[in-house]
């Protein structure tokens, strides 16, 4: 299952792309086969959204970055523009887990309270839970990484539009995606050792609950 996932991925995210990019814009022009191109992964964002059947942060987050995603690219006007849209944009987003962190609300951490939620967790517990010490470092930390992803990921495409010109449509479209599956990957690893400090810590656990009882009684 998982390998067949990891495979649609790599045929929306880059083999059509890429497909509709060297095809069409010979006939439309570079712009609009940029914004041709995008089409596959929009319809499959959407798709895996619907999927979820259920609106929640992460739910909110794909959405948000796939409206805002879409609008600076018909907005643009140019291709040149479209690709410095989006340099812009991940920009912004690593900004966005930054500020996350310095406000103390590690994104990261509310898509764990999601998919604890999902596998029936008790989401007030599970909040409590992941702000105890230990697990709150790696979710600042695994924040700190999907920052760092947006911020070179903007830094070496600013470059690689500097040295191509839209020629660096391609090359991005595989960096992106690249960068996607190095971030799941350390996501995957990261939530993973969180479960099995949880899993270790039952001393945490029994904290958490002992503060939610006495709350009840106050």
């Given at each position: 299952?998982k390998?067949?996932?990891v495979?649609?991925?790599?045929?929306?995210?880059?083999?059509?792309?890429?497909?509709?990019?060297?095809?069409?814009?010979d006939?439309t022009g570079?712009y609009?086969?940029?914004l041709l191109?995008?089409?596959?992964?929009?319809?499959?964002t959407?798709y895996r959204?619907?999927?979820?059947?259920?609106v929640?942060?992460?739910?909110?987050?794909i959405?948000?970055?796939l409206?805002v995603?879409?609008l600076?690219?018909?907005?643009a006007?140019?291709?040149?523009?479209l690709?410095?849209?989006?340099?812009?944009?991940?920009?912004?987003?690593?900004?966005f887990?930054?500020?996350?962190?310095?406000v103390?609300?590690?994104?990261?951490?509310y898509?764990?309270?999601?998919?604890?939620?999902l596998?029936?967790h008790?989401?007030t517990f599970?909040?409590?839970?992941?702000?105890?010490?230990?697990?709150?470092i790696?979710?600042?930390?695994?924040?700190?990484?999907?920052?760092?992803?947006?911020?070179i990921?903007a830094?070496v495409?600013?470059?690689?539009?500097?040295?191509?010109g839209?020629?660096?449509?391609?090359k991005?479209?595989?960096?992106?995606?690249?960068f996607?599956?190095?971030?799941?990957?350390?996501?995957?690893?990261?939530?993973?050792?969180?479960?099995?400090?949880?899993?270790?810590?039952p001393?945490?656990?029994k904290?958490v609950?002992?503060?939610l009882?006495e709350?009840?009684?106050i």
């Amino acid at each position: 299952m998982k390998k067949n996932i990891v495979l649609l991925d790599l045929m929306i995210y880059v083999a059509l792309p890429l497909f509709v990019w060297n095809i069409l814009r010979d006939y439309t022009g570079d712009y609009y086969a940029m914004l041709l191109s995008s089409v596959p992964g929009i319809i499959y964002t959407v798709y895996r959204f619907v999927e979820m059947k259920k609106v929640n942060t992460f739910g909110l987050f794909i959405l948000f970055t796939l409206i805002v995603g879409t609008l600076i690219d018909v907005l643009a006007g140019s291709s040149l523009q479209l690709l410095w849209n989006n340099v812009y944009y991940a920009a912004g987003i690593s900004l966005f887990f930054f500020v996350t962190m310095v406000v103390r609300r590690p994104i990261t951490l509310y898509f764990g309270l999601d998919f604890a939620e999902l596998q029936g967790h008790d989401r007030t517990f599970s909040k409590r839970l992941f702000y105890k010490k230990p697990l709150y470092i790696l979710f600042q930390l695994i924040t700190l990484c999907f920052a760092l992803r947006s911020g070179i990921l903007a830094g070496v495409k600013a470059w690689l539009i500097l040295e191509y010109g839209v020629e660096a449509f391609d090359k991005g479209i595989i960096l992106r995606q690249a960068f996607s599956w190095i971030m799941t990957g350390v996501t995957v690893a990261g939530f993973f050792y969180i479960g099995k400090i949880i899993n270790d810590s039952p001393h945490l656990v029994k904290e958490v609950q002992d503060e939610l009882e006495e709350e009840k009684a106050i």
